[in-house]
């Protein structure tokens, strides 16, 4: 419902909307009829008795802590390059990396799918002692993955820019290039996110998120060494190589 409210608005006042703020109202438009369904349609998850909260947050926090971290990881390390171009190049650099990492993102996300189904499959077999069926789920779905990106990337290549020039004209040079590279990372996300599904299955989060946050320190360096250089281009080689090293610590 968000989902269609937030595209409807967008389109419906595409032309019209000329800033930030702007666009953020058109969220906020979207959002909050949404939340006042939520809360009218299911209050049994509002209603919080008193006494309640405190060991709830207790409980959350001790087996949620490890995950948190992987998650505050990822979002350092998928935001930090955008504000790192705003602050050493340019506001155009920026809308030309996110243009192009957006489009690539909207096929990578099937591997987080494979990362939320994975989990649970994962951990029965775990408590079962069934080790030689995790190891060859893990590998079919790193086949499965690898059988959707590399195709991906081989016609990313191929017609990137004769559709970048199509849809956007000559108004993000250089997006085309962006969405490649970061086509390529589905080949290493891959590899990647059935790992973080094997660690977290098995109750080794802590290690998944320890090697989360080795990858944002990584990140950081590279973006701070190729950025200047090389602009949006260095942030998103950067992001490939935080990515495989990722697959290699996890390995």
């Known amino acids: 419902i968000f989902a269609a409210a937030y595209l409807g608005l967008s389109l419906l006042f595409m032309r019209r909307i000329h800033t930030a703020e702007q666009m953020f109202m058109v969220y906020l438009a979207a959002f909050l009829p949404n939340l006042v369904y939520l809360t009218v349609r299911f209050p049994q998850f509002v209603k919080i008795a008193h006494g309640v909260f405190r060991p709830m947050t207790a409980e959350l926090f001790h087996y949620g802590k490890y995950t948190a971290l992987v998650g505050l990881g990822a979002l350092a390390y998928h935001n930090f390059d955008v504000m790192m171009i705003g602050y050493l190049r340019s506001i155009q650099d920026v809308g030309t990396y996110r243009i192009g990492r957006i489009a690539a993102n909207l096929v990578i996300i099937v591997t987080q799918g494979f990362l939320l189904t994975l989990m649970p499959h994962i951990s029965a077999l775990y408590e079962e002692g069934r080790h030689d069926q995790i190891k060859a789920i893990y590998a079919r779905h790193v086949r499965l993955l690898l059988a959707v990106f590399v195709p991906f990337f081989i016609l990313s290549a191929l017609l990137a820019g004769p559709l970048?020039?199509?849809?956007?004209?000559?108004?993000?040079?250089?997006?085309?290039?962006?969405?490649?590279?970061?086509?390529?990372?589905?080949?290493?996300?891959?590899?990647?996110?059935?790992?973080?599904?094997?660690?977290?299955?098995?109750?080794?989060i802590h290690l998944d998120s320890v090697q989360m946050w080795a990858g944002v320190a990584v990140n950081i360096v590279l973006n701070l060494l190729l950025i200047p250089k090389f602009g949006f281009l260095g942030a998103a080689l950067a992001t490939n190589f935080t990515l495989l090293t990722a697959v290699l610590l996890k390995h």
């Open 164 to 204: 970048f020039g199509w849809y956007f004209g000559n108004k993000y040079p250089g997006a085309e290039v962006i969405f490649s590279i970061f086509a390529f990372t589905g080949i290493i996300r891959a590899f990647e996110n059935p790992q973080g599904a094997l660690l977290a299955g098995v109750g080794l």
